[in-house]
């Protein structure tokens, strides 16, 4: 973390409650803006898998043996 990114994080500290809440808030909406051009890659992904799928080209996986790969229980 920078040096100017460490100074705000400790006034931000200070805020009360409900304004610490509303910056992070800020924050993170400030890294979610939408994209059109990945959305739609991500469709024609969803797309080309879910048709892969219904073929028969691909196989699936239970849930909890994914997680069980990760070490994680569901």
Do not use: H, N
Not at 21 to 38: I, Y
Not at 44 to 71: H, I, N, P, Q
């Amino acid at each position: 973390m920078t040096e100017i990114a460490q100074r705000l994080l400790i006034q931000a500290m200070k805020l009360p409650v409900t304004e610490r809440a509303a910056l992070v808030a800020g924050l993170v909406e400030s890294l979610d803006k939408p994209d059109p051009t990945l959305d739609a890659l991500w469709l024609k992904e969803a797309e080309s898998r879910m048709a892969g799928y219904l073929a028969g080209e691909l196989a699936t996986v239970d849930a909890k043996e994914a997680f069980a790969e990760l070490g994680q229980k569901i």
